[in-house]
Nanobody, 121 residues
Framework: QVQVVESGGGLVQPGGSLSLSCVVSGSQFGLLGLGWYRQAPGKERELVARITPGGTPNYADSMKGRATISRDNAKNSVNLQMTSLKVEDSAIYYC???????????????WGQGTQVTVSS
């Protein structure tokens, strides 16, 4: 059973910084694609950043220069550091683990429960 658990959300002032962490258990962590997504009220869930099994990151245009995603295969964790936060960054942030299926080009996706990030003065 793959479990995805996020932590680190909270309230931060505009211009501030916040780090999120996600621990994934129950799978071969090194084979997982990992990503952070967010969903604000009334909006669709959107990509924030993702990282390949080999460690190559990719960022949404809105987060380039303000976010850093990293993975620690020894700790089965993926982290998201965000700086220069804006009010519009407020959302529930979700961690997603993508598990490759043997012999197939598709993946199985596992989502965490989400952690709230609120940027407000």
């Amino acid at each position: 059973q793959v479990q995805v658990v996020e932590s680190g959300g909270g309230l931060v002032q505009p211009g501030g910084s916040l780090s999120l962490s996600c621990v994934v258990s129950g799978s071969q962590f090194g084979l997982l694609g990992l990503g952070w997504y967010r969903q604000a009220p009334g909006k669709e869930r959107e990509l924030v950043a993702r990282i390949t099994p080999g460690g190559t990151p990719n960022y949404a245009d809105s987060m380039k220069g303000r976010a850093t995603i990293s993975r620690d295969n020894a700790k089965n964790s993926v982290n998201l550091q965000m700086t220069s936060l804006k009010v519009e960054d407020s959302a529930i942030y979700y961690c997603k683990a993508s598990q490759p299926l043997p012999g197939m080009t598709t993946v199985r996706e596992y989502w965490g429960q989400g952690t709230q990030v609120t940027v407000s003065s």
